[in-house]
């Protein structure tokens, strides 16, 4: 999630979003405040560009991740909007659904856009679209060809197997000290690795009934857990990742320190390649996630903009979710911050001028992007990442075996549920 600058036409896109009249006069003494995550706030250019083109100013807050989901429900317990418009992660959506938080924008968005924007459904709850999504996020598997190059390994992993068996090679050529990159420490990132390489291993967390389906020691996600102690245990991944989110891997592999993102965001490979941004521009590669079925799959971890319900200015945050939706902002966006246009007919445009890097990778990992949660996000989901990231921190500090690490992640799940 982060990238550079180039724009294109409306024309060359189609038509693009229209935004409402505004009186320049009404407008002049608004502001609306926004509140994103870093790889989301808009440089200054664009933000300007927005003032002039809807006469709004913009109020930029910048938080993590993290804190961003404790400062809305902090706020909205007290009755108070943290700002008016807001990052709502796809995982937030049964909790703040549920607590009816987020102002409904049904009516209020053009049929043809929600028809151009497939992951609309990941924002709907109880029938209700709560956002829009501006950030085409899934996950694939990143590496820096060179090092395999150096290491003579020809080809992509395409099997955790080959994934690990690459890695080693990659270490014993002493290319670099720490192939893998995954993060470990009790936040988000740890666990959404952790959800990716269970659909590696060709399961899923939860039934139908939301029964926990990673206790058993031939579970995909029991198998997924051991294979990243077994990396971290084999030297392959850095001892440190125990105190580093998903942000500090992609500052790692920028600076040519590790060979395999392997929950790679897919709008990173934008600022990988950009030589102004990163080590290994010329070095970047994608390829399918690595499968033990044969088939790839991953899911989507899109990024949207909301209005809490009580914003205080909801017509300045509508315009600004629209805004951003825009052709020329979409293509602005994935360039300068790394968001992966969330509009299909963006994206595919993107690939036919040659302006998405790895391009074709991206849209056939993007074929098979799935929801994690089939049923949809439940409300309860904060607490259940919660408890996965705390136990997947535990064991890689060998304060946890693997046994006691799912079943931890189980009752915490149960524990969630009622």
Request: charge should be neutral; avoid cysteine.
């Amino acid at each position: 999630m982060k990238r550079r600058q180039f724009l294109t036409t409306a024309s060359a896109l189609g038509a693009t979003l229209a935004l409402p009249a505004f009186s320049k006069r009404a407008a002049a003494s608004t502001t609306v405040s926004v509140l994103l995550p870093p790889w989301s706030t808009l440089p200054k250019d664009m933000a300007d560009r927005f003032t002039s083109q809807t006469g709004f100013g913009l109020d930029n807050q910048t938080l993590g991740w993290d804190d961003i989901h404790a400062k809305i429900v902090t706020s909205m317990v007290a009755k108070t909007a943290p700002a008016d418009a807001t990052e709502v992660d796809w995982s937030w959506v049964g909790q703040f659904g549920a607590a009816e938080w987020y102002q409904p924008l049904d009516g209020k968005i053009d049929a043809g856009l929600i028809a151009d924007l497939p992951t609309a459904k990941i924002f709907t709850f109880d029938g209700k679209l709560m956002a829009l999504p501006y950030n085409n996020d899934f996950r694939i598997l990143i590496y820096n060809r060179a090092h395999l190059q150096q290491a003579g390994v020809k080809d992509a992993p395409k099997t955790p197997d080959e994934l690990l068996d690459a890695a080693r090679k990659i270490k014993a050529a002493k290319v670099i000290d720490y192939p893998i990159g995954l993060p470990f420490s009790a936040t988000e990132g740890a666990s959404t690795a952790w959800y990716l390489l269970t659909k590696a291993f060709g399961g899923d967390l939860f039934d139908d009934k939301f029964e926990p389906l990673f206790v058993s020691p031939d579970s995909a996600g029991y198998k997924a857990m051991a294979f990243q102690m077994q990396a971290l245990k084999e030297g392959l991944i850095d001892p440190a990742s125990t105190g580093l989110k998903d942000v500090d891997i992609q500052e790692l592999f920028k600076a040519g320190k590790i060979t395999f993102d392997i929950a790679g965001w897919a709008g990173n490979i934008a600022v990988y390649s950009d030589a102004s941004k990163s080590k290994v521009a010329k070095d970047v590669a994608a390829a399918l996630m690595p499968s033990t079925t044969g088939k790839s799959r991953t899911f989507g971890l899109p990024g949207a903009v909301g209005i809490p319900a009580s914003a205080k200015n909801p017509e300045a945050a509508l315009a600004f979710a629209k805004w951003m939706l825009q052709p020329e902002n979409q293509i602005e966006s994935y360039l300068t911050l790394g968001n992966l246009p969330t509009r299909t007919s963006v994206l595919e445009k993107l690939n036919a001028d040659g302006k998405l890097y790895e391009g074709d990778k991206l849209l056939q990992q993007a074929a098979v992007v799935e929801p994690l949660f089939a049923q949809g996000t439940p409300g309860w989901y904060p607490q259940f990442s919660s408890a996965v990231a705390t136990a997947l921190n535990q064991a890689a500090k060998g304060q946890a075996t693997v046994d006691q690490a799912v079943k931890q992640i189980a009752d915490g799940a149960k524990a969630a549920q009622q």
